[in-house]
């Protein structure tokens, strides 16, 4: 079992940057995929960032590729998300997830409670 824990939500305005924390419970971390995906109200929950278990290999949606940035700490068990040059659009509930492999789809084995980041013109 593998307990995810997000923080570093918050409320910033159009241009700002937030920085995303999530820690994860688990012996098995550096053997898993961790990735973050966001729900705004009324739609699915989309794919934001992937990163492998060594960090080899990273992968972004096209609506952040250039302002989100994906890293890990194999040593801290902790997986971070660099938000920059943020709009509304941005707006949304952002999840932690981990998996054996990335895949864009929200079928990750294990997910976070959810941090909230509001992005205000």
């Known amino acids: 079992q593998v307990q995810l824990v997000e923080s570093g939500g918050g409320s910033v305005q159009a241009g700002g940057s937030l920085r995303l924390s999530c820690v994860a419970s688990s012996r098995t971390f550096n053997m898993l995929a961790m990735g973050w995906f966001r729900q705004a109200p009324g739609k699915e929950r989309d794919f934001l960032a992937g990163i492998t278990y060594s960090g080899e290999t990273i992968e972004y949606a096209d609506s952040v590729k250039g302002r989100f940035t994906i890293s890990r700490d194999n040593r801290k068990n902790t997986v971070t998300l660099q938000m920059n040059d943020l709009t509304p659009e941005d707006t949304a509930v952002y999840y932690c997830?981990?998996?054996?492999?990335?895949?864009?789809?929200?079928?990750?084995?294990?997910w976070g409670q959810g941090t909230q980041v509001t992005v205000s013109p």
């Open positions: 997830a981990a998996n054996t492999v990335i895949v864009t789809a929200d079928l990750w084995d294990y």
